[in-house]
C-alpha cells in the first residue's frame, strides 16, 4: 500500500471516529437520545388558484409586513426580500387573483403607502387558519407515529 493511500485510509479512520463520537456526545448518561426530544415535524404549505401557486409562507409574510409597516419598501427588509423581489411577487399574486392585494397612495412628501385590501385580508386569515390547523393534525399524526 502506498503512502498517499494509508494517508487517506488513516484520514477516513479519524473522521469516522469524530462521527461516532458525535454521535455518542448527544445521548443522555442514562442511555440513548430519545426521538421525541430532538425530533419534530415541520411543514411548508401553500396556496394554488387553479393550480397555479398562489400563496405561500413568504408571500404571507410579506403581506403582514406591508400590513404592519404601511409600504412595500418598508415591509423588504422584515421579509428578507428585494424591493423588486417583493413588488414582483405581489404582482404574481394579483395576476393569478385577477384583483389588486394593496390599495395604494403613490410617492410625493408623505412617500406613499400600501394597504391590504378587504381580499388580500381574508387571504391571510384564511392561510393562517389552514397552516394552523395543518400543524397541528401533522403534530398529532407524529406524535402517534412515534408511539409505534
Given at each position: 500500500?502506498?503512502?498517499?493511500?494509508?494517508?487517506?485510509?488513516?484520514?477516513?479512520?479519524?473522521?469516522?471516529?469524530?462521527?461516532?463520537?458525535?454521535?455518542?456526545?448527544?445521548?443522555?448518561?442514562?442511555?440513548?437520545?430519545?426521538?421525541?426530544?430532538?425530533?419534530?415535524?415541520?411543514?411548508?404549505?401553500?396556496?394554488?388558484?387553479d393550480?397555479?401557486?398562489?400563496?405561500?409562507?413568504?408571500?404571507?409574510?410579506?403581506?403582514?409586513?406591508?400590513?404592519?409597516?404601511?409600504?412595500?419598501?418598508?415591509?423588504?427588509?422584515?421579509?428578507?426580500?428585494?424591493?423588486?423581489?417583493?413588488?414582483?411577487?405581489?404582482?404574481?399574486?394579483?395576476?393569478?387573483?385577477g384583483?389588486?392585494?394593496?390599495?395604494?397612495?403613490?410617492?410625493?412628501?408623505?412617500?406613499?403607502?400600501?394597504?391590504?385590501?378587504?381580499?388580500?385580508?381574508?387571504?391571510?386569515?384564511?392561510?393562517?387558519?389552514?397552516?394552523?390547523?395543518?400543524?397541528?393534525?401533522?403534530?398529532?399524526?407524529?406524535?402517534?407515529?412515534l408511539?409505534?
Amino acid at each position: 500500500m502506498s503512502a498517499s493511500m494509508k494517508s487517506r485510509q488513516t484520514a477516513r479512520t479519524a473522521t469516522r471516529k469524530k462521527r461516532k463520537a458525535a454521535s455518542t456526545s448527544t445521548r443522555s448518561p442514562h442511555g440513548p437520545a430519545r426521538l421525541a426530544d430532538h425530533v419534530s415535524p415541520r411543514l411548508k404549505g401553500w396556496l394554488t388558484w387553479d393550480d397555479d401557486f398562489f400563496l405561500g409562507p413568504r408571500y404571507v409574510r410579506l403581506l403582514e409586513e406591508i400590513d404592519r409597516t404601511g409600504t412595500i419598501r418598508d415591509a423588504c427588509p422584515g421579509t428578507g426580500m428585494s424591493y423588486r423581489t417583493c413588488l414582483n411577487r405581489i404582482r404574481q399574486m394579483e395576476r393569478v387573483l385577477g384583483e389588486p392585494l394593496l390599495t395604494i397612495r403613490r410617492g410625493g412628501a408623505t412617500h406613499g403607502s400600501a394597504q391590504l385590501t378587504p381580499v388580500a385580508r381574508r387571504m391571510v386569515a384564511l392561510y393562517r387558519s389552514w397552516r394552523a390547523t395543518l400543524q397541528q393534525m401533522s403534530d398529532r399524526a407524529f406524535a402517534r407515529a412515534l408511539r409505534r
